[in-house]
């Protein structure tokens, strides 16, 4: 007798522990889709709302190329640009994104014209100092 109560004790514990497993596993699941969830909505809200890490204020202001170009610019604080000694390359428009600015620029040559999109890594930025880099190349201005 005493033997069947060992089993029949042994098969009900068992026969809790199987529910009360997948009870757990199912609400580890739940969770890691809820987390994965938000992730995924706090990516999408990042990514529409890229905010700049540069203080835009530095960059308003009149800038003068260093190197044998001399491609001077003014940009305004509306976004606006300006080329201060360019006939062929205009500067239009500037944003910034991130660590990156784009400007817009009209390419004028020959009796043709041309928008052309420029992005540039910001690499140091001061009051009176700005470098940019695109691929391998550096450029750096004074502010005027």
Not at 24 to 45: H, Q, R, S
Not at 106 to 119: A, P, V, Y
Request: net charge neutral; with cysteine; glycine share 4%.
């Amino acid at each position: 007798m005493k033997i069947k109560f060992e089993v029949m004790k042994n098969l009900a514990t068992k026969s809790k522990i199987i529910p009360i497993t997948l009870l757990m596993l199912g609400l580890l699941l739940l969770g890691a889709c809820k987390n994965d969830t938000k992730t995924t909505m706090d990516n999408e809200v990042n990514s529409k709302n890229e905010k700049s890490i540069v203080e835009n204020e530095l960059l308003v202001g009149s800038w003068i190329d260093a190197s044998d170009a001399a491609l001077h610019f003014t940009l305004f604080d509306n976004g606006t640009a300006r080329s201060d000694n360019m006939k062929t390359l205009l500067y239009k428009n500037w944003e910034v994104k991130g660590d990156q600015i784009t400007f817009i620029v009209e390419s004028i040559g020959n009796g043709t014209s041309s928008m052309d999109t420029l992005t540039y890594n910001i690499e140091t930025l001061t009051k009176n100092k700005l470098i940019l880099k695109k691929d391998n190349y550096l450029s750096e201005y004074t502010k005027k």
